[in-house]
C-alpha cells in the first residue's frame, strides 16, 4: 500500500504502507493495549509510537529533494486488534541455520505472554512442511526459558516443501490467528503468498516475518539476525589462517566464507580483523592470470612479507569455475546452496598450488579453513541477543497491533514494518562504489581487478536502498 503524503513545511514524501486486518474485514473490534497495565512499562512516558510515526529509508537527503520513501514505525499502538485471550500463535522456522533464531523463537513467546497476556503459542515443527505433516509444539516461557544459550532451532528446519493452499488450511483448522515466520529470502516469498491467500480466504490472521540470514543479503532493512554473530565467528577463523600463515615461510591461509549472493561477512570480516590481505566476494568479479591479476598480486605480496591471508566468499568466481563463464543468479525460493554452488574455496587453493608448483625457486605451504557450518551453527552473540530481543517483540507489537503481511527490520537504526513485496524485489549487494569496499581495499591494498568502465557501471546501477555510509 503505497500512500503520497505532504506537508506545506516540509517536501513530500511517499508512504510504503503495510497492510492492515481492516483492509479487507469490516468492522473489526479493537481493545485497550494492555501495556498500559504492565507494571514494567509504568516507568516508560509514553507507551505507544503515533499512528503518524515514519521512518525515512534515505537517512541522508539534500535541501530542497524529495524526503522519498518511508515506512511505518514499529512499536506498541495504542488499540490493539485481538483479544489476549483468544489469540492462538504460531511460529516457524524455515532455510538454513543462522545465530539467533532460539533467541527470536524466545523472545516472541515471552513478548506474547508478558506484554500481552497471550497463553496460547505453537511452535511448527520442521518448516513449512510442519504445517500439514507433524503436531504442533506448545510454546511457553518455561519451555522456551535458555534456549537462547543454543545454536539451531528448536522448532527444526527445513528448504523447500511449501505448498500454500495446504499451510492456510491448517492454520485455518487449528484457529491460528498470528503467524510468525522466520526465514531468508525465500522463506520470506513464500510468507506472501500465504498471506495473499490468508487475505483472499478473509480470515483475521496476521502474517509477520522476521528476516533472518547471516549473509545479510535481504533488501531495505540494514542488517538481519545472526550477522553479527558470523562477522565475529568468522575473524576466528581469519586469526587461525594468519597464525598459521604468519608461522612458515612462504604459507598462505585461505579462508571461505559464507555469502553466496553477498559479501557482506567477507567484507565486515576483513575490516574487523585487518590481518587480511586480499578479499574476494561476488559483487568484484577478478582474474587469475596476467598483469594485474591475482596471482600476481600473490607473488609480490609473498616476496613483501613472505605471508598471506585471502578471504574469499562462497559466491564469488562462480563464473571462472563454470564451463559457462556467466554470473550465479539467484534461483527464486530457499534452494539448497549446495546444490548451486561449486567450492571456490578449493578451486582456488588449487589454482595457487599448480601456479606455484611451477616456480622451482618458491616452495608453497598453503592452510586451507572453511568455518561455514561451525559459523551457522553457533548460539549469537550479545549484539544479536539484544537485535533479536529487539526485533522480536516490534513483530509481535504489529501483530497486535492488527498490521499483517509485513516485515520486521531496521532501517536507519530504527525498526519499522516493511511490505513483503519490498523485501522481495532483489537481494543486496555490496556496493563496490562506496566508501565501505574503498576502506577494505586501503586496509588489504589488493587491486580492484575492475578496470574503469565496469566500476562506473557498477555506481550506475547503484539502487536507493543501498546508500553509502556516513
Not at 468492522?27 to 503518524?52: E, F, H, I, M
Request: hydrophobic share 35%.
Amino acid at each position: 500500500m503505497v500512500l503520497d503524503c505532504a506537508n506545506s513545511s516540509v517536501s513530500d514524501f511517499v508512504l510504503e504502507d503495510v497492510p492492515h486486518l481492516s483492509d479487507y474485514i469490516p468492522d473489526l473490534p479493537t481493545y485497550p493495549d494492555p501495556l498500559q497495565d504492565n507494571p514494567s512499562y509504568a516507568v516508560v512516558k509514553q507507551y505507544y509510537v503515533n499512528k503518524d510515526d515514519t521512518v525515512a529509508q534515505q537517512a541522508i537527503v539534500h535541501k530542497n529533494s524529495p524526503r522519498g520513501i518511508h515506512f511505518r514505525r514499529a512499536g506498541p499502538a495504542e488499540k490493539v486488534y485481538f483479544d489476549s485471550e483468544e489469540v492462538c500463535a504460531c511460529i516457524v522456522t524455515c532455510g538454513g541455520l543462522c545465530p539467533g533464531l532460539n533467541t527470536v523463537i524466545r523472545e516472541i513467546v515471552c513478548g506474547l505472554y508478558h506484554m500481552y497476556g497471550v497463553h496460547t503459542v505453537l511452535g511448527i515443527e520442521g518448516g513449512y512442511p510442519g504445517f500439514y505433516s507433524r503436531n504442533t509444539v506448545p510454546l511457553t516461557p518455561k519451555v522456551v526459558n535458555d534456549i537462547h544459550k543454543r545454536g539451531g532451532t528448536i522448532l527444526g528446519t527445513s528448504y523447500g516443501g511449501h505448498d500454500t493452499s495446504k499451510i492456510v488450511d491448517s492454520i485455518q483448522d487449528r484457529g491460528i490467528n498470528q503467524v510468525y515466520i522466520l526465514g531468508g529470502y525465500g522463506t520470506q516469498m513464500e510468507a506472501a503468498l500465504i498471506f495473499e491467500e490468508v487475505r483472499r480466504r478473509g480470515l483475521k490472521v496476521s502474517v509477520v516475518g522476521i528476516p533472518k540470514t547471516i549473509d545479510n543479503d535481504i533488501p531495505v532493512i540494514d542488517k538481519s539476525i545472526g550477522f553479527d554473530t558470523a562477522v565475529e565467528e568468522a575473524q576466528r577463523a581469519i586469526n587461525s589462517a594468519h597464525v598459521e600463515a604468519e608461522s612458515t615461510e612462504n604459507c598462505i591461509g585461505v579462508v571461505k566464507l559464507m555469502g553466496r549472493y553477498s559479501g557482506f561477512i567477507a567484507m565486515y570480516a576483513t575490516l574487523a580483523s585487518r590481518d587480511v590481505d586480499c578479499c574476494l566476494i561476488p559483487e568484484s568479479h577478478f582474474y587469475l592470470e596476467g598483469p594485474g591479476g591475482l596471482l600476481e598480486f600473490i607473488e609480490k605480496r609473498l616476496k613483501e612479507q613472505s605471508h598471506m591471508v585471502i578471504v574469499v566468499a562462497e559466491g564469488a568466481g562462480q563464473e571462472l569455475l563454470s564451463e559457462n563463464p556467466t554470473p550465479i543468479k539467484r534461483v527464486q525460493g530457499d534452494a539448497t546452496p549446495d546444490q548451486l554452488f561449486q567450492d571456490v574455496g578449493l578451486w582456488l587453493s588449487q589454482k595457487i598450488k599448480d601456479h606455484f608448483a611451477k616456480r622451482k625457486n618458491m616452495t608453497l605451504s598453503l592452510k586451507y579453513i572453511d568455518p561455514t557450518y561451525m559459523i551457522r551453527a553457533i548460539p549469537s552473540n550479545a549484539s544479536d541477543n539484544v537485535f533479536c530481543t529487539l526485533l522480536a517483540q516490534s513483530a509481535v507489537h504489529g501483530a497486535m497491533a492488527g498490521y499483517t503481511g509485513f516485515t520486521v527490520g531496521p532501517v536507519n537504526g530504527r525498526n519499522c514494518y516493511i511490505p513483503f513485496h519490498l523485501i522481495n524485489e532483489g537481494e543486496k549487494n555490496v556496493v563496490i562504489t562506496d566508501r565501505m569496499w574503498a576502506r577494505l581495499l586501503a586496509s588489504t591494498h589488493q587491486p580492484s581487478f575492475s578496470n574503469t568502465k565496469e566500476m562506473v557501471g557498477a555506481r550506475d546501477e547503484k539502487t536507493e536502498n543501498q546508500t553509502s555510509d556516513s
